[in-house]
């Protein structure tokens, strides 16, 4: 197992890069002007070495090495430096927003908190939803509580976020106003009553990406649980007089879990991501809004910066799956 994480961390070193220099140079061949929107008062002159300073006179392969060291050397040195208290970072320049004039990676840092409060909770309670239901509904099949939840996901995979967002907007945000419409992104947890209003105002965002969440997970949950349920094994262990919550929780859903590992942890970096749509929908200050303002913005480093950490993300789980399934399947073996 460690020989095959070494290797497939290795291979993701050029992988990386590839993504990185697709990335570099579709936001290169991209219109428009980072100082488009440079008021018109602004002497050609001044606008000139404004343009210089965000290095964008310099040709395109120079700024691309300049950006990966930053990315890779200055910024964990900065990180480092801020950690310890060293001064190895001092006097480099780091990755600068076109937009806010400012480290990309202390805006990112002030986005993440928002993210990770409400999509990561709703990812969670999405998951630990679904599992469930997935189980029972395989176990059950064709009953009442079957055919519920594959009514429920049906609604919830095929309705998107922005429609249901809107719908509890105006049901329980404008008729009954039992929870705010707009997400408080200034809101601090200090008290018992600050931390009811916090709740209160993640219930909306956080119920329709767990819905979504859920109603997808749990159909592959169901799927893989009524796959397992028939093969020969099950049939053994019955046999030999096994409890039934033995066979279906030790034996069936262990084997069970291999395919829905994947699509769980393939949906992690959309955690860290944001949901860009919901998050426009309740206001919600996270990455997906700043990765939109960006992209309306022209904001190159952010954009490229943003969307080569999703893709680290991706990879990151993408092993952390693979190496899952050597846990969950003795069968499989890396080494």
Do not use: C
Request: positive net charge.
């Amino acid at each position: 197992m460690l020989t095959f994480t070494i290797r497939r961390l290795l291979l993701a070193i050029p992988t990386l890069l590839f993504i990185s220099f697709v990335i570099f140079m579709l936001l290169e061949a991209s219109p428009g002007d980072p100082l488009g929107d440079v008021p018109l008062t602004v002497p050609p002159e001044v606008k000139e070495r404004m343009r210089e300073a965000l290095g964008l006179g310099q040709p395109w392969y120079v700024r691309y090495v300049l950006w990966l060291k930053q990315f890779f050397w200055v910024e964990p040195l900065y990180w480092f430096d801020s950690v310890f208290g060293t001064q190895f970072s001092a006097g480099m320049q780091r990755i600068i927003s076109f937009q806010s004039r400012s480290p990309v990676f202390d805006v990112i840092a002030q986005r993440v908190p928002q993210t990770l409060t409400v999509v990561g909770m709703s990812y969670l309670v999405g998951v630990l939803i679904a599992i469930p239901i997935g189980i029972v509904s395989a176990y059950k099949q064709y009953s009442w509580f079957d055919q519920l939840g594959t009514f429920v996901s049906m609604i919830g995979f095929s309705m998107p976020t922005f429609f249901t967002g809107v719908v509890l907007i105006i049901i329980f945000g404008v008729k009954l106003q039992w929870f705010p419409s707009v997400y408080d992104t200034t809101l601090q947890v200090r008290d018992w009553d600050s931390f009811l209003a916090q709740v209160r105002q993640m219930v909306m965002p956080v119920t329709v990406l767990a819905l979504y969440n859920a109603a997808q997970i749990s159909r592959f949950m169901r799927a893989s649980m009524l796959d397992n349920l028939g093969q020969d094994y099950v049939r053994t262990a019955r046999a030999k007089g096994l409890s039934e919550k033995t066979v279906v929780l030790k034996h069936v859903l262990r084997n069970s879990l291999i395919p829905v590992i994947t699509v769980i942890a393939l949906g992690l970096p959309a955690v860290f991501g944001g949901a860009i749509i919901t998050e426009q929908v309740f206001k919600v200050n996270g990455l997906g809004q700043l990765l939109i303002t960006a992209i309306h913005g022209n904001d190159i480093p952010m954009v490229l910066t943003l969307t080569f950490i999703f893709a680290i993300l991706i990879v990151l789980f993408t092993l952390i799956a693979d190496i899952l399934y050597g846990i969950l399947d003795p069968r499989i073996r890396y080494d």
